[in-house]
């Protein structure tokens, strides 16, 4: 009888890179140097679609170009830390919080804009954790809790439920939203208990982080499936990446896949000013340009709201193409086709 091969285990350093043939030997000096600044880490999975694709392999191999640092790039680009009233969470909007239950994810976007912070501590520790969810309870406009890190679904099963039971009891808490990349980088964490964990709270959302197709495997779909079939709402937010899905057909391929895996694509982000992303980052009229021509293509269920998070703490605003004009009489309207069209407004009384 054959011995069970052990699982495979995630890739941590340029030396693991270079081992599975995702790197050249030749590049490791100055990638290790990369590693040094912005850390490793790819699941079994994202390494197999990565040797297939190279729009997943951009996402997660580091490249020289993030030693390039432009003078506008930021550590904190979107301002956590400017709008935390306790240690690990950030209250920017009245209505919601951003809880960030941890540091740790089971893979590193070269993109990310929290890339400073990832994996440079665990979970957030328990007498921290105790004063954020002391903080929501005696805030009663706080309406949304938005569980993120980090990847919230690093946490075991049991200690979600745990957190997920104590939302629960907090009475004007009326949804929990968790920003995940597990059930696309490692689908076998969606297991019965963590289903069973989420649905504690009886209005879970889940929002999937994807950026390209090619992400999107069979098992990855499986656990997708699972969610949906369970009846936990899904939702996705996609960052526009130079050289990964800044074309038409890639976002098109990417949004009618989530559709049909009954995940509602929700945001298409603006590449945030992450210190060493400036090789990703298009420009906004670029972003504008590709909305243009999905709206042309696609139904509304399959569109995202492209957005800029606006550097420094002020909060997200929607960039998405202007179909609008006033000429001082009435609104002057661009259609889907270029054709443009007179509207007015009623009378003022």
């Known amino acids: 009888m054959t011995a069970a091969l052990p ?10 890179l270079v081992a599975e043939g995702l790197v050249p030997a030749a590049d490791a000096p100055v990638l290790e140097t990369v590693a040094q600044a912005f850390r490793v880490r790819v699941t079994p999975q994202m390494r197999d679609a990565a040797r297939a694709s190279d729009p997943v392999a951009r996402q997660f191999v580091p490249s020289a170009q993030e030693l390039t640092i432009s003078p506008n790039d930021l550590a904190d680009p979107i301002g956590d830390d400017a709008h935390a009233p306790v240690p690990g969470l950030t209250h920017r909007y009245p209505d919601r919080v951003i809880l960030h239950v941890t540091k740790t994810c089971e893979v590193y976007c070269r993109f990310c804009f929290r890339r400073e912070t990832v994996g440079e501590t665990g979970h957030l520790p328990q007498a921290q954790l105790d004063a954020a969810l002391d903080y929501i309870a005696r805030t009663p406009a706080i309406w949304e ?25 907090i009475p ?60 936990v709402p899904l939702l996705s937010q996609s960052v526009l990446l130079r050289g990964v899905n800044d074309s038409v057909q890639a976002l098109e391929t990417l949004f009618r896949a989530l559709v049909r895996l009954r995940v509602k694509p929700y ?16 420009t906004i009229a670029e972003g504008q340009a590709l909305m243009a021509a999905l709206r042309g293509r696609l139904s509304g269920t399959c569109l995202p709201t492209y957005v800029l998070d606006l550097p420094g703490g002020f909060g997200k605003v929607p960039v998405g193409p202007d179909y609008l004009r006033h000429d001082g009489e009435r609104w002057l309207v661009t259609d889907l086709n270029g054709g443009i069209h007179g509207y007015s407004d009623p009378a003022e009384s």
């Open 7 to 16: 699982p495979a285990r995630a890739l941590h350093s340029v030396a693991d």
């Open 145 to 169: 809790v938005i569980l993120t890190g980090g990847d919230p679904l690093v946490l075991s099963a049991r200690r979600i439920a745990h957190l997920m039971a104590r939302l629960n009891a």
């Open 172 to 231: 004007h808490v009326g949804v929990v939203r968790l920003h995940t990349r597990v059930p696309v980088v490692v689908p076998d964490r969606v297991t019965d208990a963590l289903i069973a964990a989420l649905r504690l709270h009886p209005a879970v959302w889940v929002v999937i982080h994807t950026n390209h197709a090619d992400e999107l495997t069979a098992a990855a779909r499986a656990a997708l499936a699972r969610l949906a079939d369970a009846g």
């Open 267 to 282: 945001y298409l982000h603006h590449c945030d000013l992450a210190r060493g992303a400036g090789h990703f980052r298009t």
